[in-house]
């Protein structure tokens, strides 16, 4: 049989072989985006936890010097009132910290939002979805 004139010999193979290739690609720029996410991921949690500690222990400080004031300064008409409304202050914040922490916990992370919306995207382009269903 004659190959038609726009056909080349091996021409299957080469298709394959391009599709090969292209596919390589394509897991080679998504693994490079999840490399660049985790990344920007990791930086985040780093300077979240190094701020909030830092923020953690000045502030801790310097209510525990204001308590200490207002108690000394207060000391011969109202220490157990100051005590008590610091103590009250104190679990208060605290309360309030871990409630933020619980919502923050179950909120999530965001990480692989991007690569997921990219690989959506290539399944859209490439009719995966209606193959999967």
Same mark, same amino acid.
């Given at each position: ?11 299957? #193979? ?36 190094? #701020? ?82």
């Amino acid at each position: 049989m004659n190959p038609l004139p726009n056909e080349r010999p091996g021409g299957l #193979y080469a298709s394959a072989r391009g599709l090969g290739v292209t596919t390589l690609a394509l897991l080679g720029n998504r693994l490079d985006l999840l490399g660049t996410e985790l990344a920007e991921e990791r930086i985040r949690l780093l300077s979240l936890i190094c #701020y909030g500690a830092a923020a953690l222990v000045f502030l801790a400080t310097g209510l525990v010097f204001i308590a200490v004031f207002m108690t000394v300064l207060l000391w011969d008409s109202n220490r157990l009132l100051v005590l008590g409304v610091f103590s009250a202050l104190f679990l208060a914040g605290g309360l309030l910290a871990l409630g933020m922490a619980i919502g923050f916990a179950r909120n999530g992370s965001k990480l692989f939002v991007a690569s997921l919306a990219e690989l959506k995207k290539d399944r859209a382009a490439l009719g995966a979805d209606d193959l999967i269903r």
